[in-house]
């Protein structure tokens, strides 16, 4: 099993700048791909941005492509999402996910491991 624990999240304006951070513990060599995926209220959950743990292979969705950066810590086993320019539209609850398989997917489905969520709410 793998273990993941968000932090981070927060009360910002719009135009603001939250990191999020994501512990991981546990059989941390089952995953080797991290995601982070966001849920806003009334909607599904969906795919932000995914990483290697050696930080060679990243991936964004459209929504913050250029506003977002993902990056991996391995020696600390921690994951981060540096969330710049925020819009009232990027609230909701985020969510990382930790996959086995060395390929980014994009689909909830595709990730075998979750942390309980952080929720981040940008006024306007």
């Known amino acids: 099993q793998v273990q993941l624990v968000e932090s981070g999240g927060g009360l910002v304006q719009a135009g603001g700048s939250l990191r999020l951070s994501c512990a991981a513990s546990?059989?941390?060599?089952?995953?080797?791909?991290m995601g982070w995926f966001r849920q806003a209220p009334g909607k599904e959950r969906e795919f932000v941005a995914a990483i290697s743990w050696s930080g060679d292979t990243t991936r964004y969705s459209s929504s913050v492509k250029d506003r977002f950066t993902i990056s991996s810590d391995n020696a600390k086993k921690t994951v981060y999402l540096q969330m710049n320019s925020l819009k009232p539209e990027d609230t909701a609850v985020y969510y990382c996910a930790a996959r086995q398989s060395v390929f980014i997917q994009l689909e909830v489905t595709d990730y075998d491991y979750w942390g309980q969520g952080t929720q981040v709410t940008v006024s306007s």
């Open positions: 546990g059989r941390t060599f089952s995953s080797n791909i």
